[in-house]
T-cell receptor
Framework: EAQVTQNPRYLITVTGKKLTVTCSQN?????MSWYRQDPGLGLRQIYY???????DKGDVPEGYKVSRKEKRNFPLILESPSPNQTSLYFC?????????????FGQGTRLTVV | DQQVKQNSPSLSVQEGRISILNCDYT??????FLWYKKYPAEGPTFLIS?????DKNEDGRFTVFLNKSAKHLSLHIVPSQPGDSAVYFC??????????FGTGTRLTVIP
């Protein structure tokens, strides 16, 4: 089954404690991205990756890092989480090119930073 | 600055009637526009898209209309069904594959 898998689904952590949210896709997609969803702000892109070893900032990259060492995985790293990073996070993947406009999303990771 | 705007946070429609969800955008460089549907505790799922060179795209009960001069698009659902109750996100896709979303509209279809 084609899917994007995020882990963990729920996470409560304390300010300043480094954490990683993993994302893996089994569709051999080149393009992957991370979004956060906040009330009244919709989905905002954090980082994206066009292919292995190619990453770039989205709309709201501050406080986040990503890496793309292999095609299927695109982890999101919070080196020093803060309460304003409490949010619902989604990873997505798609094929490159405008003819492939459908992105597949993971089920989300609800992060709470206290 | 929000490049894609959905000014109606919520919409309620009777089952069987038409649902019309609206979306405005400011970025003239969007090449595609997409609609995603999101149920609680799930990720968004793709619904329908339209190229910026088209003015209409239809897929079953779902039709998207694009008015480039007004920088406005709308999603029509006919007939609306209770299973359509969800949050709908409008998105604009750039040539660099970056997808900008609106804030979403919560549709409730009343049986």
């Amino acid at each position: 089954e084609a899917q994007v898998t995020q882990n963990p689904r729920y996470l409560i952590t304390v300010t300043g404690k480094k954490l990683t949210v993993t994302c893996s896709q089994n569709m051999n997609h080149e393009y992957m991205s991370w979004y956060r969803q906040d009330p009244g702000l919709g989905l905002r892109q954090i980082y994206y990756s066009m292919n292995v070893e190619v990453t770039d900032k989205g709309d709201v990259p501050e406080g986040y890092k990503v890496s793309r060492k292999e095609k299927r995985n695109f982890p999101l790293i919070l080196e020093s989480p803060s309460p304003n990073q409490t949010s619902l996070y989604f990873c997505a993947s798609s094929l490159p090119g405008l003819q492939n406009t459908e992105a597949f999303f993971g089920q989300g990771t609800r992060l709470t930073v206290v | 600055d929000q490049q894609v705007k959905q000014n109606s946070p919520s919409l309620s429609v009777q089952e069987g009637r038409i649902s019309i969800l609206n979306c405005d955008y400011t970025n003239s460089m969007f090449d595609y526009f997409l609609w995603y549907k999101k149920y609680p505790a799930e990720g968004p799922t793709f619904l329908i898209s339209i190229s910026s060179i088209k003015d209409k795209n239809e897929d079953g009960r779902f039709t998207v209309f694009l008015n480039k001069s007004a920088k406005h698009l709308s999603l029509h659902i006919v007939p609306s069904q209770p299973g359509d109750s969800a949050v709908y996100f409008c998105g604009g896709l750039t040539g660099a594959n970056n997808l900008f979303f609106g804030t979403g509209t919560r549709l409730t279809v009343i049986p």
